[in-house]
């Protein structure tokens, strides 16, 4: 019938597909290639996550052209950005990009770039954060809460936003054995439980009200003593002996 469009087989759109796919690898690859990408690219393989300022400095380049970089690099969905406060910092998108870098390291034969932590010791092991727990143990017992199944990361998140979590049946039985209450407050705006990117570790520790429960108890239990100079938290005996019973989990010296 005259004015019909002719029928376009399947192999035409997959080929179509294709060419967008080598597209974008290419692109991906060309953005890779440039050397001060790969030098900020290599350096976010430790897992952490940092602002633009210590990025340019890692790529040996201006703030200017390092900006670039990173906005480069976060449009072809290499990197992503987070906004904790007034701050904004740079991660690895996801565990797929991070293999890709791996496997391009190990065929170069390098190891990822070290930012060297300038915290104190003290405040890094330990410290609140607002009103939860931050530092070395925050980071660590937020990994062995999901590891253990009594956090699952919610997906979905916004771009930009660190991560909600929901509190699963094993958490909330073993919340209850302790005498946690993990109850929802109904009128509060605030968040349940959510990451909250840590200024030391860069990396996320447990915020929200699931956090701040946390933390009180803690501090009530006298697991921590906190510093009145500081937000320093010092981590008693009985707190290490009680974070390995309840949760499993061994820390480093404080």
Known sequence: MQGMMPEISPQYFAQHRMMDVEQQVAQIAAAIAEP????????????RAYTATELAAIADTASSTASAHLSRLTELGLLHKV?????????????AVAQVLESMMQLAGREPLRIAVTTPQSLRFARSCYDHLAGVVAVKLLQQLI?????????????????????????QAGFARMAINVETKPHSRRRYACGCLDWSERTTHLAGQ???????????????????????LQLTELGRRQLHLQFALSLPPA
């Not at 990408?37 to 350096?43: N, P, V």
């Open 147 to 171: 590891q253990l199944g009594w956090l699952l990361p919610v997906p979905g998140t916004t771009s930009g936003q660190q991560p909600d979590y929901q509190l699963t049946a094993v958490g």
């Open 36 to 47: 001060a990408r790969a030098r900020i690219l290599c350096a976010l393989m430790d897992g």
């Open 83 to 95: 906004s904790q406060g007034r701050h904004r910092y740079f991660q690895l998108a996801d565990a």
């Open 210 to 232: 699931l956090g701040a429960a946390l933390l009180d108890f803690m501090l009530e239990k006298q697991w921590f003593e906190p510093r009145l100079d500081s937000r320093e």
